[in-house]
Structures are given as structure tokens and as C-alpha cells.
T-cell receptor, first 113, second 114 residues
Framework: SQQGEEDPQALSIQEGENATMNCSYKTSINNLQWYRQNSGRGLVHLILIRSNEREKHSGRLRVTLDTSKKSSSLLITASRAADTASYFCATDATQGGSEKLVFGKGTKLTVNP | DAGVIQSPRHEVTEMGQEVTLRCKPISGHNSLFWYRQTMMRGLELLIYFNNNVPIDDSGMPEDRFSAKMPNASFSTLKIQPSEPRDSAVYFC????????????FGSGTRLTVV
């Protein structure tokens, strides 16, 4: 069952614009991660934010986490055509050594040149 | 490191046949995960191993599915007998428990059962 749900399901923007994707989840988490998947490829880890963090940056990526609202957002600034991919949030609710990373269904981002 | 290696990349088989998917995790990683991805259901965790031991197989759809990890560098996911509804992309991922580097995914095996 999905823990994280991304919104929107699809997003189309022009090169140079910012892209914002949101993720909501249901239960308490240890951390939340974002992954990218290019068509026909495996997922690539982008960034991890711990439950006690509110914001994190990595290059053109900015992730926020609001544990009170059980939501996160991924902002890609100054988007490029190469950013075209599906983006997934994943929540880690590891307990008692039982590690589980549960993925949402993803946001399909298209960046038009 | 060559990353997580999965084979085959594509598999087309007839209903009722046995299918075996293979995975070589990153050396030094002690956790291994099998996921299945479909348009309808997204990414589903099937089973994961820690130090070669199956920890949680609650995601395995039914008895037709089985997974093994005989050593730290190899795992298999077997479907016997296969059915058309098993058609999906199967991903293997590995990680080192306790790190914050996320999972490393293989390129997946696209399975088509006709």
C-alpha cells in the first residue's frame, strides 16, 4: 500500500521555470526521501530529509518537510529539459530493525525546451 | 562499483513457465530489496533481506513467488508458474542499513508473460 502520495500526477513546464511537487503521507516517519526515475531506468536517490529537519538543499533541489501536516515538497529551480522524469517520494518508517521504504506513485515532470 | 546489476533486462515468457530474475547488489551493502512496478499499483515492495536473511515478505503476492539470497552478492526472485498479471518491471535495490544515502536501484527486469 502507498504511504506517500505525490501531487500533481503530471506537471508540464517550460525550461527555466521552477517545478514544485508535493507529497503527503499517513504515518510517523524517520525520514523522507525523493527519487527520480528516467523512462526505462531504475530510480535514483536525490535527497533525504530527516524527521527533525524542516528544509534541505542540494544544488537546484530544495526539499521541505512539515511533520505536523505530514507533507513534503520538492522544488527544482531553473528547470532543464534533462530534468524530465518521474519523481517519487518515499517514506522510511523503520521500526525495530524492520526497514521499509514505501513509495508513492510519482509525479511525471515534463520540461519543454 | 558497477552498481546494482540485474538480469535479464527483458524477459518474455509464456503463461505457466518458470521465471527467475537475478540481482547482484553493491558490494558492502547489507540490505536488499525486491520491488515490482506497474502503472496501476506503482512501486510495491515484495520482500527485503538484511544480512542475507529474509526480514519481511509480506508484499509477496502469493505462493507462486519466492526469493532467495544464498550469499551477500546474489539474490533471485522466482515466479512459478507465471501468469499474465505478473507482467511488470521488477527492480532490485540495495543499501547499507543505518546510512542516509538512500537505496541504489538496478535498471530493472521488464517481464512480459503472454
Amino acid at each position: 500500500s502507498q504511504q506517500g502520495e505525490e501531487d500533481p500526477q503530471a506537471l508540464s513546464i517550460q525550461e527555466g521555470e521552477n517545478a514544485t511537487m508535493n507529497c503527503s503521507y499517513k504515518t510517523s516517519i524517520n525520514n523522507l526521501q525523493w527519487y527520480r526515475q528516467n523512462s526505462g531506468r531504475g530510480l535514483v536517490h536525490l535527497i533525504l530529509i530527516r524527521s527533525n529537519e524542516r528544509e534541505k538543499h542540494s544544488g537546484r533541489l530544495r526539499v521541505t518537510l512539515d511533520t505536523s501536516k505530514k507533507s513534503s515538497s520538492l522544488l527544482i529551480t531553473a528547470s532543464r529539459a534533462a530534468d524530465t522524469a518521474s519523481y517519487f517520494c518515499a517514506t522510511d518508517a523503520t521500526q525495530g530493525g524492520s526497514e521499509k521504504l514505501v513509495f508513492g506513485k510519482g509525479t511525471k515532470l515534463t520540461v519543454n525546451p | 562499483d558497477a552498481g546494482v546489476i540485474q538480469s535479464p533486462r527483458h524477459e518474455v515468457t509464456e503463461m505457466g513457465q518458470e521465471v527467475t530474475l537475478r540481482c547482484k547488489p553493491i558490494s558492502g551493502h547489507n540490505s536488499l530489496f525486491w520491488y515490482r512496478q506497474t502503472m496501476m499499483r506503482g512501486l510495491e515492495l515484495l520482500i527485503y533481506f538484511n544480512n542475507n536473511v529474509p526480514i519481511d515478505d509480506s508484499g509477496m503476492p502469493e505462493d507462486r513467488f519466492s526469493a532467495k539470497m544464498p550469499n551477500a552478492s546474489f539474490s533471485t526472485l522466482k515466479i512459478q508458474p507465471s501468469e499474465p498479471r505478473d507482467s511488470a518491471v521488477y527492480f532490485c535495490a540495495s543499501s547499507f542499513t543505518g546510512t542516509v544515502g538512500g537505496y541504489t536501484f538496478g535498471s530493472g527486469t521488464r517481464l512480459t508473460v503472454v
